[in-house]
């Protein structure tokens, strides 16, 4: 499957837990594995003090799904190793997703025990997807989470991504992907702008000061090659002597300068009065240098144009995990009839039956509460917004989820949710979740 | 290239950030491009409170680096989106890398400015790959070092790493890489059993009991199918129960029982008593539920056979990364002499000059400091012993860093440089870092 011109997606198929395949091979030897199933991937709570989350990585999540098939190099390495048996293998040379995918569309806000996506199949068909599917989902949500956060705080001011180097490669990737869907203005990313189709940026860093004889002859190169609407990083030797250079070199229409290092408040508002006193009015502060939602909200009084945002955006801000499980909530017994499972011990209990979720607002369109459903859809009382979306269709992927065209979606989803939430929303610190979570049983 | 029958490493060069092209393209303008630069990776502190970091990643990262090349793909999507122009689309067509790079290997200990990773090119060449090398030395570091630590806490004791479902899918894939090379037995993760041939296991979820109608129905397919040495997950109704069913279907070779809530200390200690008592002295508990560190070290006492770690290890266990940064600390001028180069505005001020390293030993062979010489070799005082190994040369790889190969080596190297650290680094609690870094000055 392919969701850019330069891009294909790779089988996805092992990056799945050992056991969820020897489970699949003693439920094929019980003949538990064709029961009918319903999976349920919910965070039993917030990250400490987290007043709602964020979904991510639905798109991503289905364009693998549709990856997830197992080919020679696969087979050849389970049955190597001894794995499983030879009637796994053969069950899995065949393996293609047949069942339905529900969930909250990507974007969406989510809460303690939110059904945040549903899987109907066979048990052996939702069973191997476990691992995949909770990767994609507790990475790109903690990502999304933390992101949408950072935008609360940043207001009107654009952000920009710029962690990759502080994470994973793939990690990376996705997690600039996850940053523009919670309203990033663009990445410094290139991988994330060929695969999904993001805008990308840069400006310079301190190695191409350093390259050059003086930091005249490195401002007078990147102009003359990129024009004067670049940004000019000028923290490199005297933060003064290099904004005067960079008006010098660049004149009135220098696009930026960024700062990356000192006392962000006290330099912003020195080199804005510079800038100002020089002619520069249009030219615009970047601001980076370990910026995280709190250090944005504390800027905000600084006369700064935009935040690049690395290492707290891409560790997820102090949650690089969503801490999302997947549980089996029913299957069917001999008869074909469908009976709600749960583990009962003690601690990590699980509510079973399958979830519907409604969104209830208030007559101001206000979210009051996360109201779920135990078997069965919750009453709409008139003005309640139903959460589940139907993703995959007897194996078959609906429209409008994935690509390009998936992030765009996602991230109107993401500002349209946010605008119905209670202003609570809108506080870094630390609290309860901003709506409650209520079930409505049977 | 290709690590294993398996897979093939993708091409790399797009995890690139914007930024470095674009510095690419101004220094083609300017001609600085075609200086001889030195570029250094290193950590300018450790995590809070840690003691010592551990280098994860170089194998992976040198794997990469020989995929580093721009295809129609890249260049059709850099050209496309006008990220850099032509000329610079037509060097990064003939793109190789072909200087020299330089390194602790993996699996050494590393301190505050340990020069982990020294590259040695053109600038041009240096450059482009900064963003890729931070990302994975960043992540793979911050997972080895996270590991390293529950070995040291779990002692004679096997630690599994199963945090897959916890982290990005590609990030979980390096992380049980990075565990295994810090000490893991094995992991959970199939792709890293395929990639790198280490070993993978694994037991069974509550999701597999819940599927069948009674527990015993579950336990009796389970070891059916995969033998009475398999591990039987007990805590999904009543453990003592589970573990009397256990041990009545699988008789005394029962292999392991698995706990994964509640309270670990206490419910080991009447597990084993009562394995004891049925007469299954050699089956083995095994223990999970968001284990770290500390949870290992608290369940010491405890009759516990094996640990298995999930979120706080594919996490980095409250340091998601490393840190790591990478700067140009020399190159040539107009005369082709080397030219020591640093930042000198406020923070982050870097030192200048090509760095070499030493772990400097007393009489018994106990590590006392990093010795790091500026420019020039340190003086080898007769016991030290000198940090820094080539893996690239002219850009040729050379042997035994990459593929299984380099992860045994790894392996190895972690375990006979924690064997010459201070005592200190058995302790979990926070403090200074094992030994001092100094610098001997030219």
């Known amino acids: 499957m392919?969701?850019?011109?330069?891009?294909?997606?790779?089988?996805?198929?092992?990056?799945?837990?050992?056991?969820?395949?020897?489970?699949?091979?003693?439920?094929?030897?019980?003949?538990?594995?064709?029961?009918k199933s319903v999976f349920e991937a919910f965070a039993r709570r917030l990250p400490d003090g987290r007043r709602y989350g964020i979904v991510g990585g639905t798109g991503r999540l289905l364009e693998g799904i549709a990856a997830f098939r197992f080919g020679d190099a696969e087979l050849e390495f389970l049955g190597r190793t001894r794995v499983v048996n030879q009637k796994t293998l053969d069950y899995l040379a065949d393996f293609r997703f047949t069942g339905d995918i529900w969930g909250y569309a990507e974007g969406e806000a989510y809460f303690p025990n939110s059904p945040v996506l549903i899987v109907e199949s066979t048990f052996a068909e939702a069973c191997i997807l476990e691992t995949y599917i909770l990767s994609v989902l507790n990475h790109d949500s903690a990502i999304a989470s933390a992101a949408s956060r950072m935008i609360t705080a940043a207001g009107d001011r654009p952000c920009i991504e710029m962690g990759s180097r502080r994470t994973h490669e793939e990690s990376a990737t996705a997690a600039a992907r996850a940053a523009v869907i919670a309203g990033f203005d663009s990445t410094s990313n290139l991988e994330a702008g060929l695969r999904y189709g993001i805008k990308t940026v840069g400006t310079a860093a301190h190695s191409f000061t350093l390259l050059h004889d003086t930091e005249r002859d490195a401002f007078e190169a990147q102009v003359a090659s990129l024009g004067t609407g670049t940004s000019l990083l000028v923290d490199t030797y005297d933060v003064e002597t290099a904004v005067r250079t960079a008006v010098d070199i660049a004149g009135d229409q220098l696009g930026a300068v960024r700062l990356d290092s000192g006392d962000l408040v006290e330099q912003a508002q020195w080199?804005?009065?510079?800038?100002?006193?020089?002619?520069?009015?249009?030219?615009?502060?970047?601001?980076?240098?370990?910026?995280?939602?709190?250090?944005?909200?504390?800027?905000?009084?600084?006369?700064?144009?935009?935040?690049?945002?690395?290492t707290s955006l891409v560790t997820g801000s102090g949650a690089p995990t969503a801490s999302m499980v997947y549980k089996l909530v029913s299957r069917t017994d001999d008869n074909g009839e469908f009976v709600p499972v749960a583990k009962t011990a003690k601690n990590k209990v699980s509510k079973g039956g399958r979830k519907y979720a409604l969104r209830r607002l208030n007559e101001h369109g206000t979210a009051t509460q996360e109201l779920i459903g135990v078997g069965h859809r919750p009453l709409d009382d008139g003005n309640d917004r139903p959460l589940l979306q139907q993703f995959i269709k007897n194996g078959e992927l609906l429209p409008g989820w994935t690509g390009h065209e998936g992030v765009l979606h996602a991230r109107q989803r993401h500002a349209e949710s946010m605008a119905e939430l209670p202003a609570v929303v809108h506080r870094l610190h630390r609290g309860e979740p901003a709506i409650p979570t209520l079930y409505e049983e049977n």
Do not use: K
């Open 2 to 35: 392919s969701t850019s011109p330069g891009w294909n997606q790779p089988r996805t198929s092992l990056f799945t837990d050992h056991y969820e395949l020897t489970m699949l091979q003693a439920a094929l030897h019980s003949g538990a594995a064709h029961r």
């Open 271 to 310: 080199v804005r009065r510079l800038l100002d006193e020089l002619g520069n009015v249009n030219t615009r502060i970047m601001v980076t240098s370990d910026l995280d939602e709190f250090a944005i909200a504390a800027l905000q009084s600084a006369p700064v144009d935009a935040y690049g945002v690395g």
